[in-house]
C-alpha cells in the first residue's frame, strides 16, 4: 500500500495521541546515550514556542566544540530560538509582511527562484507542500521540526550561509585563475593528486608549483588539461590535473597551481603516513548539495581547517546538479567546498545525482586511486589503502543505468579485490575493509527507494558477497537523513551490539543537507529517535538509530584506532552536537561464515 503524506501525518497524530499520551522528548548524556524523558499532555499555542525552542536548539549535556558549558549554550541557545521563533513562528502570523517579503527576494534573487517558487514562500509552503499551521501541529510530536523547515526561506541561517564569504566567486570568462582546487589520494602514500580549472585557455602546461611546508615552492610538476564543454557550455571548460610523486610519506607540503601567468593561493596538505600502525580519521557523508548543504559546509570547513582528518570521505550527490545553468551549478558547488577540498584528500563516490549523460560531470571533475582520467563511463569503482584499512568504492549506480549493463563487470572487479584483500598476509596488514556506495541495501525511510523493497537490487546485487568477502563496515548515503543498523543479514537481525559482528554493518549518513534552500529535503521516516515505543510493530528490528528531522543536517567522523576497535559519531552541523555514536569491536577479521535461522535475534 502506498501512503501520502497526508495519509502518513495523519496516522503519526492518531497512533501518538493513542498510545503515547505525552510527549516524549529526546536528549542526550554527555556519553551520546540517549534516553527519554516527558513533557505533559498537549502543548498550547502560547508555550509551543518553548517547547519548540528547547527541543530544536536545546540537547542538555551535550558535547560543544567551542567548550562552552552546557548551561550557558542552552540559555543562549534558546533565547536565539525564542527570538526568531516569536517572529516567524507566531501561530496568528499568517502572511508574511511586506518587509519580510522584501528581505526574501533580496536574499534569494541570485537562485533564480521562480514564480512558482515565490508563491510558495508567499503560502507558508515547504518542500512537500505542508503549510506553517501543520507543521506546528507536528512539532511536539516529533520533538522539533526543524530550523530550516521552521523558518522561512530568506530568513533563516541558512540563507545567510549562502551568501558571501560561501558563494563562489565569478571569474571572467577568458580568466585563467585557478579555480574549484581539490586534491585526491594517489595510488600509494608518496602520491598526491591536484586538480582544477579555469575559463579561458592556456597554450602551456598547468604547473604545480610545491615543497615541504611552509611556504616553499622550489620545485614544480607539470600536469594535463582536457576541454570538457559537452554538458558544461556555461562552466570552466578547461580541467587540469597534476600528479605528485615521491613525496614522503607523513610530511606536510605547501603547494601552488600556475596557469600561464596566473598563480593560485598557496595551500598545505600532509602526505598520507607509511606502514599500518596509526590511527587515521575522516569525514563522512553523503547529498551534500550546493545550496541545502550549507550548514553543514560551514562546520566542513572548520574541519578541513583542523589538520585532524586524513581524507573527506564523499558517499555520492554533490552540487544538485553538477550540469545544472549549464554546469555553473558544479562551479559553484567545487568552488565552496575548495577550502576543505584543497587541504584534505577529498574522495568521491558516484550518486544518481552524477547519472546525467554517463556521469560526465563525475568523470571529468573527479580523479581516484587506478582509475585513468577522465574516468571511463564503464568503470567508477576503485579501491586503496590507508593505514590498516582496505577501502573500496563501488557504484549503487550500475543497478540503474545502462540497462544493467555493467554489474557483471564491477561484480567481477570486486570479487577479485576482496579476495586479494582476503590473502592472509593482505589481511594481516589490513584486517579492516569498509565499503562505500551511495544507495543503502536498507532503510527505514517511507519513500519507496531501493533501500525500502524487499527485494532491493543493491541489496540483491552485494550484500551476499559483502558477507561472504568479510566487509566490517558498509558507508552509504542518499536517504537524506541518518540511520545506523543493527548486524543484519538477508533482511534478519543477526545482533543487539557490534561486538565481533558476524556481517557487515550498515550506516547511512546522506543528511548533510541535500538541496532544501526553499523547504524541506529530507527523507521522511516513520520513528524519529525516541518514539521507537509508539511505532514498534512497523519498525524493522534491525534498525538502531534513526534521524530524519530537518534541520538536523551533518556528517560523521570515523576513527580507526587499531586493528580491533573503529569509532563512529554523527555530528550535527548546526551547533556540533554529536547525534550518535558507537563503537565497532571486530577481534574476527575475515569471511563471515554462513549464518542459519538459529543465528537470528527476534529484536533487541
Not at 574541519?303 to 549549464?326: I, M, P
Request: aromatic letters at 10%; glycine letters at 8%; a neutral charge.
Amino acid at each position: 500500500m502506498s501512503l501520502t503524506l497526508p495519509s502518513v501525518i495523519l496516522l503519526v497524530l492518531i497512533v501518538l495521541w493513542d498510545e503515547v499520551g505525552s510527549i516524549p522528548d529526546l536528549t542526550k548524556t554527555k556519553t551520546g546515550q540517549a534516553h527519554s524523558t516527558v513533557v505533559g499532555g498537549n502543548p498550547s499555542s502560547a508555550n509551543l514556542k518553548d517547547i519548540l525552542a528547547q527541543k530544536l536548539y536545546a540537547f542538555p549535556g551535550a558535547v560543544h566544540d567551542d567548550g562552552e558549558s552546557d548551561n550557558v549554550k542552552h540559555n543562549k541557545n534558546t533565547k536565539s530560538a525564542l527570538k526568531q521563533l516569536s517572529q516567524h513562528v507566531d501561530r496568528k502570523q499568517t502572511t508574511y509582511s511586506k518587509s519580510d517579503g522584501n528581505f526574501v527576494a533580496e536574499k534569494t534573487k541570485h537562485l533564480r527562484e521562480t514564480e512558482d517558487t515565490r508563491k510558495e514562500l508567499e503560502s507558508h509552503k515547504t518542500g512537500l507542500g505542508t503549510d506553517k499551521e501543520t507543521l506546528e501541529e507536528l512539532a511536539p510530536f516529533f520533538k522539533g521540526i526543524g530550523h530550516v523547515l521552521m523558518n522561512p526561506p530568506g530568513s533563516s541561517q541558512v540563507e545567510d550561509l549562502m551568501d558571501s564569504p560561501l558563494a563562489a566567486p565569478t571569474f571572467s570568462d577568458s580568466s585563467t585563475n585557478p579555480e574549484q582546487i581539490h586534491i585526491a589520494l594517489g595510488d600509494n602514500p608518496t602520491e598526491m593528486v591536484i586538480m582544477c580549472a579555469c575559463r579561458g585557455q592556456i597554450n602551456s602546461l598547468p604547473v604545480v608549483q610545491y615543497g615541504l611546508a611552509p611556504g616553499n615552492y622550489t620545485a614544480s610538476q607539470s600536469g594535463v588539461s582536457k576541454l570538457f564543454k559537452k554538458e558544461n557550455m556555461l562552466g570552466a571548460s578547461h580541467h587540469h590535473r597534476m600528479k605528485l610523486q615521491n613525496l614522503i610519506p607523513g610530511a606536510w607540503y605547501s603547494y601552488r597551481i600556475k596557469l600561464e601567468n596566473s598563480i593560485s593561493e598557496g595551500y598545505e596538505f600532509e602526505t598520507m603516513k607509511e606502514g599500518q600502525d596509526w590511527s587515521p580519521s575522516f569525514v563522512v557523508y553523503g547529498d551534500l548539495g550546493r545550496d541545502g548543504g550549507a550548514p553543514s559546509l560551514a562546520r566542513l570547513r572548520k574541519e578541513g581547517k583542523s589538520r585532524k582528518y586524513t581524507a573527506f570521505l564523499h558517499v555520492g550527490d554533490f552540487a544538485y546538479n553538477f550540469q545544472d545553468d549549464g554546469g555553473l551549478k558544479g562551479d559553484h558547488f567545487m568552488q565552496r567546498i575548495q577550502p576543505i577540498a584543497a587541504r584534505v584528500p577529498y574522495m568521491a563516490t558516484p550518486g544518481n545525482h552524477e547519472i546525467h549523460s554517463n556521469f560526465i560531470h563525475y568523470r571529468h571533475r573527479f580523479s581516484m586511486p587506478t582509475l585513468q582520467w577522465p574516468m571511463h563511463e564503464a568503470k567508477h569503482w576503485y579501491s586503496y589503502d590507508v593505514a590498516n584499512i582496505h577501502f573500496i568504492s563501488y557504484s549503487s549506480e550500475v543497478y540503474f543505468t545502462y540497462n544493467g549493463k555493467y554489474i557483471k563487470d564491477q561484480y567481477k572487479w570486486l570479487l577479485a579485490d576482496l579476495t586479494a584483500a582476503n590473502q592472509p598476509e593482505n589481511r594481516a596488514k589490513r584486517p579492516w575493509i569498509i565499503a562505500m556506495g551511495h544507495r543503502p541495501m536498507y532503510c527505514s525511510n517511507l519513500d519507496m527507494d531501493d533501500c525500502t523493497k524487499r527485494e532491493s537490487l543493491v541489496r540483491l546485487g552485494l550484500e551476499k558477497l559483502f558477507h561472504d568477502q568479510g566487509v566490517d563496515m558498509i558507508i552509504e548515503a542518499h536517504e537524506h537523513s541518518y540511520e545506523r543498523l543493527y548486524p543484519v543479514y538477508n533482511r534478519t537481525l543477526v545482533a543487539c551490539n557490534y561486538t565481533d559482528p558476524q556481517t557487515p554493518i550498515h550506516v547511512i549518513s546522506g543528511a548533510a543537507g541535500c538541496n532544501n534552500q526553499h523547504g524541506l529535503c529530507a527523507d521522511m521516516i516513520m520513528a524519529p529517535a525516541g518514539s521507537e515505543s509508539a511505532f514498534r510493530q512497523w519498525l524493522p528490528p534491525w534498525s538502531a538509530f534513526r534521524q530524519w528531522l530537518p534541520g538536523l543536517n551533518g556528517y560523521a567522523r570515523m576513527k580507526v584506532v587499531n586493528d580491533t576497535h573503529l569509532y563512529w559519531e554523527q555530528v550535527i552541523a548546526r551547533g556540533g552536537y554529536i547525534m550518535d555514536r558507537f563503537w565497532l569491536v571486530q577481534h574476527n577479521h575475515g569471511p563471515f561464515q554462513e549464518l542459519l535461522p538459529r543465528n537470528a535475534v527476534r529484536e533487541c
